[in-house]
């Protein structure tokens, strides 16, 4: 095994879904993102943007607009920072890029020592004239679909168990 601490990470990552009310540090959140832009894209073309918003008020309002699609009332479990994933509108490829990234972000966010929960509905969030709203006002130029979210902050409590592992996930064919 060359790398024993990456691979235990990747089997232990679990979604955490309690925090901290602290914010993420500048030096936990920029260590992230910048594992995040090392994830795979479709050609290397990085197409994909990350933002992480860490103001209270633009945190409230994205939990107030996933809501709106059905996942009560703090979908973002009182994170105190929220990581969208956006991937330009009509790349074909947009929504597998994003994923590489959202997860590239949840297992660095575990290296990291941070919680992290891949959350639900951006792609409708953004399809909103609310959530477009909200790009055009933190200055993101360009035509956006969401593709994921992710809740981030210091763990509270233990972690959940990983549910056991379904047979038949893997074939080997020889
Ligand atoms: C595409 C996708 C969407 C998800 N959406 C949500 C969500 O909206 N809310 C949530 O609490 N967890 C969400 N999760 C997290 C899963 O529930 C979680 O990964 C799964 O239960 C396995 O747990 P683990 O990540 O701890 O292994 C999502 C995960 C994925 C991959």
């Not at 073309?45 to 918003?53: D, E, G, M, N």
């Not at 996933?66 to 330009?88: E, H, K, Q």
Request: aromatic fraction near 8%.
């Amino acid at each position: 095994m060359k790398n024993q601490a990456m691979y235990d990470g990747l089997i232990e990552r679990r979604s955490i879904r309690s925090f901290k009310p602290e914010q993420v540090s500048d030096e936990d959140l920029q260590a992230v993102l910048k594992a995040g832009t090392y994830a795979p894209t479709a050609m290397g073309a990085q197409a994909p943007i990350i933002i992480a918003v860490q103001n209270p008020e633009d945190v409230k309002a994205l939990n107030a607009l996933n809501a709106v699609f059905g996942a009560g009332s703090t979908p973002y479990y009182g994170a105190p920072t929220v990581l969208l994933i956006l991937t330009p509108q009509g790349n074909a490829v947009g929504t597998l890029d994003g994923a590489s990234v959202a997860t590239t972000l949840l297992n660095a966010a575990h290296a990291v020592g941070l919680g992290a929960c891949w959350i639900n509905r951006a792609q409708l969030m953004f399809q909103t004239n609310e959530g477009r709203a909200m790009l055009k006002r933190w200055g993101i130029e360009g035509r956006w679909d969401g593709v994921a979210s992710i809740a981030l902050g210091y763990p509270e409590g233990e972690p959940p168990k990983a549910k056991a592992r379904k047979e038949n996930y893997c074939y080997i064919i020889k």
